[in-house]
C-alpha cells in the first residue's frame, strides 16, 4: 500500500480533512506541466495573477520590476487568464478593481485621469469573458458599472478626458501623456498625441456599440434612448477627421492645430475589435501600410523606419532609450489585434502566415526568458529582445494568437477534407470513365 503524505498549515480553521484534500486537489489541476510551447505559455501566465490580503486580487505587469499596471490589466486579462478558462479569477480581478470605482472610473493607475483609454479596455474584456458566461450573466454583473463608465467620460474626467459634441473622445493633459504611448524623457511626454487619439476612438466606439446592444436586449429603454445616436455620430466624426483618403490609412491622432499622419500600430486596434467604424477596403489598405512599414517576426513597429524620429534600436542612456521606445521599438501586444484583422480578412489563408509568428515566439522562449514572452524587441534585425524579461500583455497577445490559429485550423480540417473527398470523386469518376472506353487504339499498338 502506498500513502501520499499531506500535510496543511493556515491561521483560519478548516472544516475537515476532506476540505483540505479538495482544496488541494484544486490547487494540484491549476498547476501546468512545462512540456511545450503552450503549456510554457500557460505556466507564465499564471504567474501574473496573484492574491494579496484584504481578499484582492490582482495582475503583475511584468517582471523582473513592473508592479501592477491599470490599463495592462485590462487588456492583459482576455490572453492571460480567459483563454485558459479562468474566468473565476477574471471575476476576482474585476471585482477589485471595481470595488475602488468612483463616479464611473477606476482608481490609480486604471484611470482615464491616468491613462484615458483603460477602463475602455474593461468592455472588450468583457466581451471575452461573453464566450464562457453568456450576454445575460455580463449584464446582470457589468451592466450598471458599463453605463456608469460611458457616462463619466460624457460628463468629463479629471479635467483631461471627455466625450464632445462631436461624439469623439478628447484626452489632453499638460506636460503628460495620457495614452499607452506615455513614456517620459526629461521630464516631458515623448509621444504626448494631445487630443483625438485613434485607438481611443475605436475603443470608445466598440464600448459603445456593446453596451447598447446589450441594453436592447435587457429592455433597458432608458439608457437606449439616451445613448442610441451617439455610435453613429462617433463613426461619422471618426472617419472625417481620421481617415486620410489619399494615403489609405488612419491619423494617429487628431487636435485643432494638426492631424498627424505618423505610421503608428494604433490604428490596427480600429481594425481588430468586435464593432469597427472601418469598412472592409479601408481595413485591407490599413493592414497594407501596416505590414509594410511595422510588421516584423515579433510584433509591430511603433513608428514607422521612413519617419525621421525612427530609432532601430533600444541604446544609449536612459534618455535615449525613452525615445527609442515608442519611436521604432517592436511591441508584441498589438500583433493579436494584427493577426485577428488578418484572419477577419482572409480566413484560412492566413493559417500558415500565423504559425510562422508563434513559431518565432517558440524559438524566443528558449533564449531571453526560459518558458515566457518578453516585453518589446529592438525594431531593425536581428530584433533583440529588450525589456521585461516576461510580460503579461505579451504572453496574453501571444496566448490570444494560439487560441486563434487553434479554431481557424479547426476550421481549416473540414475544408480540407471536402477538397479531398472531391479529389477522390474526380479521379475515380476519371477512372471509370477511362474503362468505358473502348481499347482499339491499345491493341493497335501492341500489334505493331
Known amino acids: 500500500m502506498t500513502f501520499s503524505p499531506l500535510s496543511s498549515a493556515s491561521v483560519e480553521e478548516m472544516s475537515s480533512p476532506k476540505e483540505i484534500e479538495e482544496l488541494y486537489a484544486q490547487q494540484l489541476a491549476r498547476r501546468t506541466h512545462k512540456e511545450d510551447f503552450l503549456s510554457c505559455l500557460h505556466h507564465s501566465a499564471r504567474q501574473f495573477v496573484i492574491r494579496r490580503p484584504g481578499n484582492r486580487t490582482e495582475m503583475i505587469a511584468g517582471y523582473p520590476w513592473f508592479g501592477v499596471i491599470g490599463r495592462q490589466t485590462l487588456q492583459s486579462l482576455p490572453g492571460v487568464v480567459l483563454e485558459q478558462g479562468y474566468k473565476e479569477d477574471c471575476f476576482e480581478i474585476l471585482d477589485t478593481m471595481i470595488r475602488e470605482m468612483q463616479e464611473g472610473d477606476f482608481a490609480g493607475s486604471a484611470s482615464a485621469a491616468v491613462a484615458a483609454d483603460a477602463p475602455l479596455w474593461l468592455f472588450r474584456t468583457l466581451q471575452e469573458l461573453e464566450r464562457q458566461i453568456g450576454r445575460k450573466e455580463i449584464w446582470a454583473r457589468y451592466g450598471e458599472v458599463m453605463k ?3 457616462q463619466a467620460y460624457k460628463r468629463g474626467i479629471g479635467g483631461a478626458v471627455v466625450m464632445h459634441d462631436n461624439g469623439l473622445v478628447w484626452a489632453a493633459a499638460d506636460h503628460r501623456a495620457l495614452t499607452w504611448m506615455d513614456s517620459m524623457a526629461d521630464g516631458e511626454p515623448v509621444t504626448q498625441r494631445a487630443g483625438y487619439a485613434v485607438e481611443i476612438q475605436a475603443l470608445w466606439y466598440n464600448a459603445l456599440c456593446y453596451t447598447l446592444s446589450l441594453a436592447e436586449e435587457h429592455k433597458d429603454k432608458a439608457f437606449v434612448e439616451a445613448w442610441k445616436g451617439v455610435p453613429e455620430k462617433t463613426k461619422s466624426s471618426f472617419i472625417e477627421k481620421f481617415w486620410l483618403q489619399e494615403e489609405g490609412y488612419l491619423a494617429d491622432y487628431v487636435n485643432p492645430g494638426e492631424t498627424n499622419a505618423y505610421i503608428r500600430p494604433n490604428m490596427i486596434i480600429a481594425c481588430g475589435l468586435n464593432y469597427k467604424m472601418l469598412e472592409e ?85 528558449q533564449a531571453y526568458c526560459i ?35 487553434s479554431e481557424y485550423g479547426s476550421a481549416a480540417q473540414p475544408e480540407a477534407k471536402k477538397t479531398k473527398r472531391a479529389a477522390c470523386k474526380r479521379v475515380k469518376r476519371a477512372e471509370q470513365s477511362a474503362a468505358k472506353e473502348p481499347k482499339t487504339a491499345s491493341r493497335k499498338t501492341t500489334k505493331k
Request: hydrophobic residues 40%; neutral net charge; aromatic residues 10%.
Open 148 to 150: 456608469s463608465i460611458l
Open 371 to 405: 518558458g515566457s514572452v518578453n516585453e518589446v524587441y529592438d525594431a531593425d534585425p536581428p530584433y533583440t529582445p529588450r525589456g521585461s524579461i516576461s510580460q503579461a500583455w505579451s504572453v496574453g497577445a501571444v496566448l490570444e494568437i494560439c487560441r486563434m490559429v
Open 281 to 365: 477596403p479601408q481595413i485591407v489598405q490599413v493592414l497594407m501600410v501596416v505590414r509594410q512599414h511595422l510588421l516584423t517576426p515579433r510584433g509591430l513597429r511603433s513608428l514607422s523606419p521612413r519617419n525621421p524620429l525612427y530609432k532601430g534600436r533600444i541604446e544609449g542612456d536612459q534618455y535615449q532609450r525613452d525615445i527609442a521606445g515608442k519611436n521604432g521599438t517592436v511591441w508584441i501586444w498589438p500583433l493579436s489585434f494584427y493577426v485577428r484583422t488578418c484572419f477577419d480578412v482572409m480566413g484560412t489563408k492566413f493559417l500558415d502566415e500565423a504559425r510562422e509568428i508563434l513559431a518565432g515566439f517558440e524559438e524566443d522562449i
